[in-house]
């Protein structure tokens, strides 16, 4: 297991940026770098989205189609931190941001995660 801390969350007008950030501790024996993880958000009324993923290598990356070119996702292992730089922000991003994490062998995204963060906010508007 892993905990997860976010934070970069904040009010934004349409067109600006916020970056996120997910702190993990993994447990004893474990590296960061042993855990895929990944972005999801929800807003109000709305399915859960899987925003972004980044492998354990670095080597792999996902993007929701809705987000691709505005959005990136990066790690550094070494301050056990995933950042999601979110651009160009639309209204429609406003939710609350989790990040997830789970073991992975493969440096490949894994379809489900184990480990939850509690989230943050992330709000576009005028």
């Known amino acids: 297991q892993v905990q997860l801390v976010e934070s970069g969350g904040g009010l934004v007008q349409p067109g600006g940026s916020l970056r996120l950030s997910c702190v993990g501790t993994p447990r004893s024996g474990f590296t960061l770098d042993y855990y895929a993880i990944a972005w999801f958000r929800q807003a109000p009324g709305k399915e859960r989205e899987r925003v972004s993923c980044i492998s354990n290598s670095g080597s792999t990356t996902y993007y929701l189609d809705s987000v691709k070119g505005r959005f990136n996702i990066s790690r550094d292992n070494a301050k056990n931190t995933v950042y999601l730089q979110m651009n160009s922000l639309k209204p429609e991003d406003t939710a609350v941001y989790h990040c997830?994490?789970?073991?992975?062998?493969?440096?490949?995204?894994?379809?489900?995660?184990?480990?939850w963060g509690q989230g943050t906010q992330v709000t576009v508007s005028s």
């Open positions: 997830a994490a789970q073991p992975h062998r493969l440096s490949t995204c894994p379809r489900s995660f184990g480990s």
